[in-house]
C-alpha cells in the first residue's frame, strides 16, 4: 500500500525572473514570478509509522528553492524556462538530494513524486515521476 505526505507552506516559495521563447520563435520580455511549490511523496510506510520525515524532505526542498532565489531563466539552444520544466527540473535535483540525504527507508523506486509549481495565481504546472 502506499501513503503519501505533502509538503505545501508559504516558505516554499521562490522569486525569480524568466522569459520564454514560444513556438513561433519568438521570445516574451524578461519578467518575474513569485513561484510557489507544493511537493507530494507517495510510498509504503517504514517501521516507524511515516513515508518520509516531513522536517528533512521540508529543509531539501527549501534549500534547492532558496538557491534558485533571485535568478534570472533565460531560453537556451535546447532548454526553454517554462514552469514545467523548472519544476521537473527541481523535482529532479530534490530525488537526488533525498537520496544524498538517506531520505528514504525502501529501494528508492518504491516512491512517487509530484510537484506543483505555481507560477502566477491559479497557474500550476505539475511534474510527476518515480525514483
Not at 520563435?25 to 518520509?52: C, D, M, Q, W
Not at 527549501?62 to 533565460?74: A, E, I, P, V, Y
Not at 521537473?88 to 540525504?101: D, G, I, P, Q, S
Request: proline letters at 5%.
Amino acid at each position: 500500500m502506499l501513503y503519501a505526505i505533502r509538503l505545501t507552506h508559504p516558505e516554499l516559495s521562490f522569486s525569480a525572473e524568466h522569459a520564454i521563447r514560444f513556438d513561433n520563435g519568438e521570445v516574451e520580455k524578461v519578467h518575474s514570478h513569485t513561484f510557489r511549490t507544493n511537493l507530494e511523496i507517495a510510498g509504503p510506510v517504514n517501521s516507524s509509522g511515516y513515508v518520509v520525515d516531513f522536517l528533512a524532505a521540508f529543509r531539501i526542498l527549501k534549500r534547492l528553492l532558496s538557491q534558485l532565489d533571485g535568478l534570472t531563466f533565460l531560453p537556451k539552444e535546447t532548454e526553454n524556462p517554462t514552469a514545467e520544466n523548472l519544476g521537473t527540473t527541481l523535482l529532479e535535483k530534490f530525488r537526488v538530494e533525498a537520496l544524498k540525504e538517506k531520505l528514504f527507508s525502501f529501494p528508492p523506486e518504491d516512491y512517487r513524486f509530484r510537484l506543483e509549481l505555481e507560477e502566477s495565481p491559479g497557474m500550476w504546472a505539475v511534474c510527476s515521476s518515480s525514483t
